[in-house]
């Protein structure tokens, strides 16, 4: 009796055992398998927000460069170009909304003759990254921070962090400049895709609601 008593427990047991390992391998499979989709919708979204990005920063490049040929034929007039970016700027925000101010509109002016080797521009750089590259008046440190934001992958608040605490000025006197570089691309704050989704700028580029963005005070 105690022997079919105990044949049973352990029977018992064994088909526990069974399940258990069974549970285990069910989960490792959807663990393996979540882990791949998650993979495949972080790469689609990079590659979308990429995409979005460049057409946008390339679009504003050639309105820069439409701007300046514009005004290029009127120069001989005294305020000519305040006038067209003016007009431009009313008529643009009119239809494309209001991420087409004045004060923007200059900056894609700004930024044809900022960067005018129009290929050179870097994928990996947001309008945002750029419109905080053009604020910084040394070329070799605008280049330097250009570089270093599109190897990193910063984030823009960490390029802006970058040149308020003068990163190429101090990578320049600095003896371990190699290794100093590294920690700044290696432990900066990367730019995600939903970062650059919830760009304001971003937003009106595609024509999206933007939840009450002043732009006028981006400028």
Not at 26 to 51: F, H, K, M, P
Not at 116 to 128: K, M, V, Y
Not at 134 to 155: C, H, K, L, Q, T
Request: hydrophobic letters at 35%.
């Amino acid at each position: 009796m105690k022997k079919a008593r105990r044949g049973k427990v352990q029977k018992t047991a064994l088909v526990k055992g069974g399940k258990s390992i069974a549970a285990s391998k069910s989960q490792l499979r959807i663990s393996g398998l979540y882990n791949r989709v998650r993979e495949i919708l972080d790469e689609a979204r990079q590659r979308a927000a990429r995409s979005i990005n460049t057409e946008m920063v390339q679009a504003y490049w050639l309105i820069g460069q439409a701007i300046v040929e514009q005004e290029q034929k009127g120069k001989r007039r005294a305020g000519y170009g305040e006038q067209l970016l003016e007009s431009l700027a009313v008529k643009l925000a009119a239809e494309f909304g209001k991420g087409f101010t004045y004060s923007n509109i200059k900056n894609m002016r700004q930024f044809f003759l900022t960067f005018q080797i129009r290929h050179a521009l870097r994928s990996e750089s947001s309008w945002t990254h750029y419109r905080l590259l053009m604020r910084v008046e040394n070329p070799d440190a605008r280049i330097f921070y250009e570089i270093e934001a599109a190897e990193g992958n910063w984030s823009t608040r960490e390029l802006e962090r970058q040149i308020n605490s003068f990163f190429f000025e101090r990578a320049a006197m600095s003896k371990q400049k190699r290794q100093m570089l590294e920690r700044g691309r290696e432990k900066g704050e990367k730019y995600a895709p939903q970062d650059f989704v919830k760009d304001p700028f971003v937003l009106e580029f595609l024509n999206l609601p933007v939840q009450s963005t002043d732009f006028s005070r981006q400028g």
